[in-house]
């Protein structure tokens, strides 16, 4: 069987609102990342891999950047960069195909989340490990491997803050949240939260974000000779985790999704 040409692929695979999506898709996405898994997707979509399958993968991918940044020096920090672009690149394919395929599963959508979830906690448990210099002369300094779970707790912890509300609601007997209900009622709540979002600092405890962080930090580390840098950021991010699950849960009794 001939395979569908890119062009075939992306109304089907890409159909509107998928990459404008507010909260389902990720910056990367948008910007290349779209556009090279529809490559991929061309040469699997008349295959048997199935899109649960390739979920599988992406969240095995995920997990590999834990002992990928493991290794010392800018090697390991690229390697996890590259295990989560990976993880991102089949986030993207296990859609497309199951869109062209049309095999869609509620089992699809949980391995999903779960898979966004486990690649969190690997890049953060993997960085707070990478600062306690596991390797080094000394005994590791477990305060930062300490500090690393706390911002991957973190992490975890928001994203469940939001598929809390699904499962809310559904007990409630209400329909899925839209997007104006995510607006908070206050209009104090309402500025605070635009002002976060134009900031984005919440976005350096997700997993794609903190990886690209650890490789700028592994350089100026190198620099230095030392893990100065790394493990400053390793305290920045669980700063920033503790921070933003109090905020992100404020944010949501404050708006209409839990009406």
């Known amino acids: 069987m001939q395979k569908p040409s890119v062009a075939e692929l992306r109304p089907v695979v890409h159909p509107p609102g998928v990459k404008d999506r507010r909260s389902g898709e990720h910056w990367a996405g948008r910007l290349y990342m779209r556009e090279l898994s529809l490559r991929i997707t061309r040469h699997l979509v008349n295959t048997r891999v199935t899109p649960n399958q390739l979920t599988y993968l992406m969240t095995l991918a995920g997990v590999l950047a834990l002992p990928a940044l493991l290794l010392p020096g800018i090697a390991g920090a690229l390697l996890g960069v590259l295990m989560v672009q990976l993880y991102l690149l089949l986030d993207c394919v296990d859609g497309e195909v199951a869109r062209w395929k049309k095999q869609y599963s509620l089992a699809g959508v949980y391995l999903d989340r779960v898979g966004a979830y486990l690649c969190d906690l690997a890049v953060l448990v993997g960085f707070g490990l990478r600062a306690a210099d596991l390797w080094g002369d000394g005994s ?36 899925p949240v839209q997007e104006a209900a ?6 104090g709540v309402a500025l ?3 002002a976060a ?9 997700l997993g794609i974000e903190a990886s690209l962080l650890i490789v700028v930090l592994a350089v100026l580390d190198t620099v230095r000779d030392d893990l ?5 950021g390793v305290a920045v991010l669980a700063g920033i985790a503790v921070l933003q699950t109090l905020l992100h849960l404020v944010s949501i009794l404050a708006s209409s999704r839990l009406k």
Do not use: C, M, N, Y
């Open 140 to 175: 590791p300094e477990w305060l930062w491997a300490f500090l690393g779970t706390l911002a991957a707790l973190g992490a975890v912890v928001i994203k469940a803050e939001t598929d809390l509300v699904g499962v809310a609601r559904h007990q409630g007997g209400l329909p």
């Open 182 to 187: 995510a607006e908070p009622r206050s209009s």
């Open 192 to 194: 605070a939260r635009k």
């Open 197 to 205: 979002a134009a900031l984005k600092f919440h976005r350096l405890i």
């Open 228 to 232: 100065f840098f790394s493990r400053l």
